[in-house]
């Protein structure tokens, strides 16, 4: 099992340009999620998708997109990057949202962006 | 509004000291659940315990303990003989059930750093 996959874990964008941050999982979890972090914020959820056509936002949503056409994929769109945007963007998948006990919500391992 | 505060930033003690975490928590609802994570120096986030709100039973795992007092909020972390690959960034993190699909609420995360 390779968990969950995001991919790239660098890039760097200048502002106004566009990227899409892939994220796949393959243990069939229903629910995915998005997360940044950013030096003493802790993480913070953009969006997330409780299946496959159900996208909702979440604390942070402005500036970024998202959809959900498969069970494993939820890709994240950036339509014009800003400096603000610069961070580090976590996908993460559970059987629930909020993970069961012998299920967590499961982390990929990052995406540092930075936007200049 | 949930909340989440864990007021130590950063925590330094030498080898084999213990340590304790604290965590407290804000919501509405009667039913959550409270996450700790641990992120290594490499980045990754690992889950290490998920608790609900029914459940006070403190819990221990090894060098690890976690004392949940519901009469004041907290669900703090104590780790017992304390070793240099326990330096990392431990999030606490709370769900509320009845809020529906919001993902997690982290803190800000505490620095934890052990000396040799």
Redesign the interface.
């Known amino acids: 099992n390779a968990g969950v996959t995001q991919t790239p874990k660098f890039q760097v964008l200048k502002t106004g340009q566009s990227m899409t941050l892939q994220c796949a999982q393959d243990m069939n979890h229903e629910y995915m999620s998005w997360y940044r972090q950013d030096p003493g914020m802790g993480l913070r959820l953009i969006h997330y998708s409780v299946g496959a056509g159900i996208t909702d936002q979440g604390e942070v949503p402005n500036g970024y997109n998202v959809s959900r056409s498969t069970t494993e994929d939820f890709p994240l769109r950036l339509l014009s990057a800003a400096p603000s945007q610069t961070s580090v963007y976590f996908c993460a998948s559970s059987y629930s949202l909020t993970g069961t006990r012998n299920s967590p919500l499961h982390f990929g391992n990052g995406t540092r962006l930075t936007v200049t | 509004a949930q909340k ?1 505060t864990q007021a130590q ?1 950063e925590i330094s003690v030498v080898e084999k000291e213990d340590v304790t975490l604290d965590c407290v928590y804000e919501t509405r609802d009667t039913t959550y ?1 409270l ?1 700790w994570y641990k992120q290594p120096p490499s ?3 690992v ?1 290490l315990i ?1 608790r609900n709100s029914f459940d006070e039973q403190n819990e221990i795992s090894g060098r690890y303990s976690w004392n949940f007092q519901k009469s004041t909020s907290s669900f703090n972390f104590t780790i017992t003989a304390s070793q240099v690959v326990d330096s990392a960034v431990y ?1 606490c ?1 709370l ?1 509320e ?1 009845g809020g529906g ?9 505490t620095h934890l750093i052990i000396q040799p």
């Not at chain 2, 699909?101 to 995360?109: C, E, N, Q, R």
Request: cysteine-free; aromatic content about 22%.
């Open positions: 989440v930033t659940y996450f980045g990754e986030l889950f998920r999030f993190a769900s059930v699909a919001d993902g997690l609420t982290f803190g800000k995360g």
